[in-house]
Structures are given as C-alpha cells and as structure tokens.
C-alpha cells in the first residue's frame, strides 16, 4: 500500500504558483485534482481538465501525492490538519509536498504526526515565479527520506527544472529557501534604489537598465523585475507581501542563531514601508513604486534625445 504509483495528483493553493504547477501537470497528462478558495481559479483548472474538490479532504481521497502551496504555516496546518485537512482523509502511503515557504520548524514538527498516519512528506519550497511553474522549470529545494524522493522522481521531474536535495532533515529546506530569499529582496531592494537614483540623476530608463545588466551590477533580480518598472506593470506574479513575510521568517531564523542580519533587515524595513503604502499586493517590483513616492521621481518612460 505505501508504495503504490504515483498517478493522481492534488494541488491545494491554486494561486499564482500553484496554478502553474496545476496545469503544467495536466499539460503533460497526469490526473489532476485541485482545490482553491476562489471560486474563478477552480472554474478556470477545471476548464483545462482538472477535478476539482470542495475540501482539502476531499481531494486527499482521490491522490496519491497532494502538493501545497498556499501561503504561510497557518494556512498550511489547517489546509493539512484541520477538520477537513488533507491528512484527515489521505490514504496510507499518500506523499505531501509542502511546497511554500514556511518556518523551518513547521517541517519538523509536521512530520512525525504524518508518519502516524503513513503519510510520507516531503519539504520541497519552490522557487523561478509562475513563468517556470508553468514551463516545469522552477527550482525546488527538498527534504526527505531518499526513498520517498526516488518514488516521487517522476512527478518531481515534471514540474521542477533543478532540485537540491538539502538533506533527509525536515526543516533544511525551508532554512535553504529563507537564504535564498533573503538574498532576493536585498537584491531587489538595491535594484530598486539604484534604478529610481539614476532616473532622479536624469539618465533615461532603458539605456540604464541595458547598461546595468551587462555590467557588473546586474542581477538575476533585476533583469527580471526592472523590465516590470519600465513597462510600468505591477500585476502580482510574485506579490510584494509574499517576500515580505519571508523576509521576517529569515530575520526570525538568523535571531535564533545571534545573528544580526543587517542587511536583510534594512531590506525588510524597505518592505514593511512599501506595504504600509498600499503595495503589498502588487508584484514586489513595485518595491520601486515605494522608492519613486518617497524621492519624489516620475517612473514614467524617460526616452533617449
């Protein structure tokens, strides 16, 4: 029973993410369930072929693995735990892929009540935007039992581009994912203030965003999120909020360990102030909207003369 194939699926959490790894998983032919507390998500799944569950249970019933991927630990444990939980109704043997970006301690402690009711997890927080999930290119970080990764290859290899098995300890991976996005928002915050520095400076956008990204201060970051400013186009594909809560888990995580973190901190801030703006749910390039209303710069197309 606890080895059986993996061939029905389950995504509980169909928001920007999730949404693309539902339908890259219906793309390639798996059976796919979903569930979503907006109604227009489900609707637009099932249009492409998924089932849809009125309960986390529910879905769980059908699966053989269920990936979450909704947003914090407090929606996770009552979209696994609570009354109609996924853990309420999965069958022996059922695989969860928590895949949000969760406390490192949310893991560990989930894991042993899992393994009560034979329900294998795997810590797999994603990264690469709703793009890659769409494509099958996202990275994931993991944390599992080697063999509950290698029963899982198959379905991994389709919505992942990269995986990095961090270790079997639940609760490494999120401490992975949390240094990753840590360094995210530092970077996006540098981009954004250098980038709203050399428009107040009088340099026109575009010829300053080719120039930065094929010098030495580029980044992944801001080759990604810049073009978003200059097209002025903050629909959220990664909401500024989003980066924000990570940012306090990994400020969260580095006070444990006496470490002072300054710059993630500096960063944070920059984050908590753009929320307070009314920012928090666009996409967190709009950490350069912030920039622009407190220097008083236009974000508008500055074109060459």
Not at 147 to 157: F, G, I, K, N, S
Not at 172 to 198: P, Q, R, S, Y
């Amino acid at each position: 029973m606890r080895e059986r194939e993996i061939e029905s699926v389950g995504v509980v959490g169909i928001g920007a993410m999730g949404m693309g790894v539902a339908m890259r998983l219906l793309s390639q032919g798996w059976s796919v369930w979903v569930r979503d507390i907006r109604p227009e998500a489900e609707d637009e799944v099932r249009a492409a072929g998924a089932r849809v569950a009125t309960t986390p249970a529910g879905l769980a019933s059908h699966c053989d693995a269920v990936i979450t991927l909704v947003v914090d630990d407090a929606q996770t444990e009552a979209v696994v735990f609570g009354p109609d939980g996924v853990a309420s109704a999965a069958r022996p043997g059922t695989v969860l892929i928590v895949a949000s970006t969760l406390p490192p301690g949310w893991a560990a402690g989930a894991a042993p009540r899992l393994h009560e009711q034979q329900i294998d997890l795997i810590e797999a927080p994603c990264s690469g935007g709703p793009a890659k999930a769409h494509g099958g290119e996202m990275s994931m970080m993991l944390a599992a039992p080697a063999a509950v990764l290698q029963r899982c290859e198959r379905l991994l290899d389709t919505i992942s581009g990269k995986r990095f098995v961090v270790s079997e300890n639940q609760g490494d991976a999120a401490k992975a994912k949390l240094v990753n996005n840590m360094l995210a928002g530092v970077n996006l915050v540098a981009a954004c203030e250098a980038f709203v520095l050399g428009l107040k400076l009088g340099l026109e956008a575009q010829q300053l965003f080719d120039l930065v990204q094929a010098s030495s201060g580029g980044s992944w970051i801001f080759s990604d999120r810049m073009p978003r400013v200059l097209r002025n186009d903050y629909a959220a594909r990664a909401r500024l909020d989003i980066l924000k809560k990570d940012l306090s888990l990994l400020l969260d995580v580095a006070k444990e360990q006496g470490y002072s973190a300054p710059l993630a901190q500096a960063a944070h801030g920059i984050f908590v102030r753009a929320s307070e703006m009314g920012l928090g749910d666009l996409d967190d390039a709009a950490i350069a909207k912030g920039y622009a209303g407190w220097e008083g710069v236009s974000l508008a197309r500055r074109q060459r003369s």
